[in-house]
């Protein structure tokens, strides 16, 4: 096992926000031009918040608006595996998280996380089957809430899932918006779940990502367990600012 270990190739993950495809106060349609920023960063694996399965207003209305629930539209030839977890449902549409996979995506399961009150949430699980990796990788894309009590509630049901669901050994990758302006989550998954976060452990503090014009408070993030980062970083202002409200992330995990 330590020989498959050692000969495992790193990968590379990026978590963002695409804000349903539209700039910020929605002003523009920019899901094609963050389809080709994404494609460019060229990672193994991508965690995505408030991506858009349908809109039936927006499909009539927008130029440009793709056939294929976006997800889809993102993955398109790059990333033949992808998995799509509902959140938030309304008249016209639905929302949720995905994630875009290189590799093979064995069972994924979508948590419903939400609190009582019009704010849906969830957590995204998948388990990926990495060449040359003798165990599973896990991976969840988060997005918590905005109340404080709410991501308390919900970071507890986090660690529940980190402990319950995948082996203690495997590796596992946790990433996306957290909303954790206040900094409480990191020792909440350090002693529950095992969880560290890449940027704290690399430079002493999260990466500031929101507003990504501007960023002041760290709200998305990249935790990791029996595996290790090298070089996380925050991907450059030209063009991801434009493209997304919040500063998208990226890391090298060595299995």
């Not at 009582?116 to 997005?143: M, S």
């Amino acid at each position: 096992m330590t020989d498959t270990v050692a000969t495992a190739p790193p990968l590379t993950v990026m978590t963002v926000n695409t804000h349903k495809g539209f700039t910020t106060f929605n002003r523009k349609f920019i899901l094609p031009e963050l389809r080709d920023a994404v494609r460019k960063v060229g990672a193994d694996v991508v965690f995505l918040q408030e991506v858009l399965g349908t809109h039936e207003e927006h499909e009539k209305k927008v130029d440009r608006w793709p056939e294929a629930p976006h997800y889809e539209f993102l993955a398109d030839s790059i990333w033949p595996q992808f998995a799509y977890g509902r959140n938030m449902v309304y008249p016209k549409g639905h929302h949720g998280n995905a994630v875009l996979s290189k590799f093979p995506i064995s069972h994924f399961q979508n948590h419903d996380v939400s609190i009582i009150g019009p704010e849906k949430r969830g957590l995204l699980h998948c388990v990926l089957q990495v060449p040359r990796h003798a165990q599973d990788v896990h991976v969840i894309c988060v997005h918590l809430g905005l109340a404080e009590t709410h991501r308390q509630q919900q970071l507890d049901l986090l660690c529940q899932i980190a402990r319950s669901e995948m082996p203690q050994d495997a590796p596992l990758i946790v990433a996306g918006d957290f909303n954790d302006w206040r900094r409480r989550a990191h020792d909440v998954l350090w002693r529950e779940a095992g969880l560290r976060e890449v940027f704290v452990s690399a430079y002493g503090e999260p990466a500031k990502t929101f507003p990504a014009r501007f960023p002041l408070l760290a709200l998305d993030r990249i935790y990791v367990r029996n595996c290790s980062v090298h070089l996380p970083m925050v991907l450059p202002r030209r063009p991801w600012s434009h493209l997304s409200d919040h500063a998208p992330l990226a890391a090298e995990i060595h299995l």
